[in-house]
């Protein structure tokens, strides 16, 4: 099992930075990659970034330039450090483990970020 925290969502205006944590507990020898993905109101979750345990990263194209995943393995966390965030960049992100590569899949909580324009 593997229980993820998120932290460090919140309300910012449009322009601005916000730096998304998420802490992994548990069984983390068995996570093969650490992922975020974003659901907005109405709309399907959808893959965000990700890095794996060899930390490939990859980063959505329509994020990819303002979006940045790093993981520190001392610390058990990975981030998302989100810059010149635009209003439809708002949604609830969602921390996600996969172990095994892909045996299991773990979630947060969620947490919700909103960028006024």
């Known amino acids: 099992q593997v229980q993820l925290a998120e932290s460090g969502g919140g309300l910012v205006q449009a322009g601005g930075s916000l730096r998304l944590s998420c802490l992994a507990s548990?069984?983390?020898?068995?996570?093969?990659?650490m992922n975020w993905f974003r659901q907005a109101q109405g709309k399907q979750r959808v893959l965000v970034a990700t890095v794996n345990s060899v930390n490939t990263v990859n980063v959505a194209d329509s994020v990819k330039d303002r979006f940045t995943i790093s993981r520190n393995s001392a610390k058990n966390m990975v981030y998302l450090q989100m810059n010149s965030l635009k209003p439809e960049d708002t949604a609830v992100y969602y921390c996600?483990?996969?172990?095994?590569?892909?045996?299991?899949?773990?979630w947060g909580q969620g947490t919700q970020v909103t960028v006024s324009s």
């Open positions: 996600n483990a996969v172990t095994n590569w892909g045996r299991n899949s773990y």
């Open positions: 548990g069984s983390i020898s068995s996570i093969t990659s």
